[in-house]
């Protein structure tokens, strides 16, 4: 019989393992949340004109920031997003679920070269790809000839396109190594019943990336819901991309232009809430589809 000692010299060596990733945790995510959420709770008092030594002094706030988030030009910077997330959610992996089909198709050629020349705009740093990017728009500069690329009415169209560059050789090697692991039995058994090609992409493969689709898609609704890279590049590059185009920019002006960090730790958390329920929301609409759950 194992004695009480051992038991309990087992029963931590888990907790052993897993105390580097908790206390780079606590370190990196659970400390910075916390002190966020403690700026966003406070303010500066200003006494007489400011001037001299404790004139200006950190008080509790309570939710005063928050009733001010909801200004005008955060939920302008949540509509353009949203329409933003759109056309980046839907290009993006419709492409990957097309790429990762096709490269695992019976007779596909090139395949190893195919996947790497997908995949390879992704390891592409994001703000070297958009300052690539934004060149190519430049009219002066773009052999695409004299096109607004930039202009007001494309410029949301403009940005989707870079990151549906990068993003899309991602979310296509995700999808394409499930679809690895399938034993190729499946396929050889819908062959014999006399399946094409297309018929066992429509009725077999998809419906086992299922899992896999949502996976990206929760992911890529985090990153596009925390757009910044791609507007804040360009825009040097023209006018038409303001300070406050997504609401990320609207924090990054609060805390380091303005100096307000205690609004911007608010309008963080926000963000933070809503991506949140965004994703979870949609996991909660999908779940039982895709996962069997009750």
């Known amino acids: 019989m194992r004695s009480p000692k051992k038991g309990a010299r087992a029963s931590a060596v888990p907790y052993l393992f897993l105390a580097p990733a908790m206390a780079l945790f606590a370190l990196f995510m659970a400390l910075p949340i916390g002190y966020t959420i403690y700026l966003s709770l406070r303010r500066t ?3 007489g004109l400011g001037l001299g030594k404790g004139a200006r002094t950190e008080v509790f706030a309570g939710l005063a920031n928050y009733a001010a988030v909801g200004d005008g030009e955060l939920w302008a910077g949540w509509l353009r997003v949203l329409g933003y997330g759109a056309l980046v959610l839907v290009l993006m992996l419709g ?18 070269l195919t996947r790497i020349s997908i995949f390879l705009p992704y390891a592409v740093p994001g703000v070297a790809a958009t300052l690539m990017w ?20 494309l410029v949301t169209f403009s940005m989707a396109n870079v990151a549906v560059w990068g993003g ?32 066992i992409a429509l009725r077999v493969k998809i ?32 006018n038409t991309i303001s ?41 909660r609409v999908v779940k039982n589809h895709a996962f069997g759950e009750g």
Do not use: C
């Open 45 to 47: 008092k200003v006494s």
């Open 95 to 112: 492409l990957a679920l097309v790429f990762a089909l096709m490269l695992d198709a019976a007779h596909v050629r090139l395949a190893r």
């Open 134 to 153: 934004g060149f190519l728009y430049l009219p002066s500069l773009s052999p695409f000839g004299e096109h607004p690329f930039l202009s007001a009415g």
């Open 168 to 199: 899309t050789g991602f979310n296509m090697l995700v999808l394409y190594t499930n679809l690895r692991a399938v034993p190729r039995e499946y396929y050889e058994a819908a062959r014999i019943d006399g399946a094409s090609e297309l018929g």
């Open 207 to 238: 419906p086992i990336l299922v899992p896999s689709i949502i996976l990206t898609t929760v992911f890529s609704v985090i990153a596009t819901v925390q757009v910044f890279t791609e507007p804040t590049t360009l825009r040097p590059l023209t």
């Open 243 to 283: 300070s406050t185009w997504s609401p990320l920019m609207k924090v990054y002006r609060d805390a380091f232009v303005t100096g307000d960090l205690y609004s911007a730790a608010a309008t963080s958390m926000v963000i933070a809430g809503i991506s949140l329920v965004l994703s979870f929301g949609f996991l």
